[in-house]
């Protein structure tokens, strides 16, 4: 088999972390700036209801991530995992133009509420198996020793993804002007309009069955297969969507620091995430991937109830420090995973059971996390439901393929 070393250029390389950055800088967005999106297009008397109100609307995109994840698994197990990198770029842009370019409640009533929340089901639909087929390219056209280092290739771009989409919204932010914060969602197309030009010259996968079906019905044996990945994609889903995007909007209702100054230190720690991850990852395809990320999953649990607890009671800087090492934690979890996810299905089925069983188990229960969050606004519940997805994390970590299996 040809691999990814011999095959992919810088160009090619650059062009898969591209899409998956500008997929998760478009969620930044929608997360970052949700206080201001509340207000603009779903207006409460009471804050705090307005902002569940737009959180629940981020979760409702969710829904059709399972619906989008069996189409684009379809496509890159009959046609390719290359067509089904084009085509997710494509639509994935769409419903960021619609939400930069939506007039407010205030102009058009309901109908701005309706426009966001069809932008965001398409985005759900489109964005999600984005990742998907991204980690499962890099991973496929990796030598076995290096899996780990390319599989988290795609989590770095969700960190720089997550952390550009950070930047610009506090920057935008900055400007104090009502319409500023259009602009970022704007900029993303031209992004789009360069990645798609570099994506058409990549080199396909060899992985292709012309005589799978777009749906089956799945037995035990397929279900009890994609538990543990589930599992896994479950405990992702609310590192991210709980960890980063829930805690910019936990930090600013502190009153400690400012929306801008909430997702900038936030964004640094994302930063410092998209940086380390790939070193710990070429340390994990040495020492172990599953021992690293345990490593990874009961650290995280040690430390997520002092960082909730302090990043109360701190400054910046305070906060800043609380965040770096949550990171830390993160980064080292979650940069086996996608090799160990990934390598777990059998090529012929790979893009659909792992497609559907990640975006499955992240619209669940990542697309939740931050109205869950929300709503229990408490300390210890807070850190007791990020704890508990740690336990689900590490049963599963246990029971997924090892390297020698896969």
């Known amino acids: 088999m040809v691999r990814l070393e011999n095959i992919l250029n810088l160009k090619g390389v650059v062009s898969i972390v591209a899409g998956s950055t500008l997929q998760w800088y478009d969620f930044a967005l929608f997360g970052s700036l949700a206080p201001i999106i509340g207000r603009t297009f779903f207006p409460h008397q009471n804050f705090t209801h307005s902002l569940i109100n737009t959180y629940l609307v981020f979760f409702v995109s969710f829904l059709l991530v399972p619906v989008g994840a069996v189409f684009f698994g379809y496509i890159g197990d009959r046609y390719g995992r290359k067509i089904a990198l084009k085509c997710s770029i494509i639509f994935m842009t769409i419903p960021t133009i619609i939400i930069g370019i939506t007039p407010s409640y205030s102009a058009i009533g309901v109908y701005a509420s309706i426009l ?3 932008s965001r089901l398409i985005q759900g639909f489109t964005a999600s198996p984005e990742f998907s087929s991204s980690a499962i390219y890099l991973v496929e056209m990796a030598s ?10 795609t989590g770095s771009a969700y960190s720089f993804g997550f952390t550009l989409g950070g930047y610009v919204a506090a920057y935008f932010v ?10 970022p969602f704007l900029l993303s197309v031209v992004g789009a309009v360069i990645v798609l030009y570099i994506r058409n010259q990549l080199p396909d996968s060899v992985y292709k069955d012309p005589l799978c079906t777009i749906l089956s019905i799945p037995n035990l044996a397929t279900i009890k297969e994609c538990i543990p990945v589930f599992g896994l994609a479950s405990m992702q889903g609310v590192f991210a969507y709980g960890g980063y995007v829930w805690m910019i909007t936990y930090i600013f209702m502190q009153h400690r620091l400012t929306l801008s100054k909430s997702i900038l230190v936030v964004s640094i720690a994302m930063l410092f995430d998209a940086v380390i991850e790939p070193f710990i990852a070429m340390v994990a395809d040495k020492a172990g991937r599953k021992k690293i990320a345990f490593i990874g999953v009961v650290g995280f649990g040690i430390w997520i109830y002092p960082c909730i607890y302090l990043v109360a009671r701190s400054g910046f800087y305070g906060v800043l420090c609380s965040m770096l090492i949550l990171s830390f934690f993160i980064a080292i979890t979650c940069c086996s995973l996608n090799a160990l996810s990934v390598m777990h299905f059998d090529a012929k089925s790979r893009c659909r059971r792992f497609s559907i069983t990640f975006n499955t188990a992240v619209s669940i229960f990542g697309g939740s996390a931050p109205v869950l969050l929300m709503a229990l606004a408490n300390v ?3 850190s007791g439901y990020f704890i508990f997805s740690c336990v689900i994390g590490s049963i599963c970590l246990r029971k997924v393929k090892n390297e020698s299996q896969s």
């Open 144 to 153: 076995v020793k290096k899996r780990s280092f390319y599989g988290c290739l």
């Open 116 to 118: 966001i929340i069809l």
């Open 174 to 183: 900055a400007w104090q002007l009502p319409w500023a914060w259009r602009i």
């Open 380 to 382: 210890n519940l807070i």
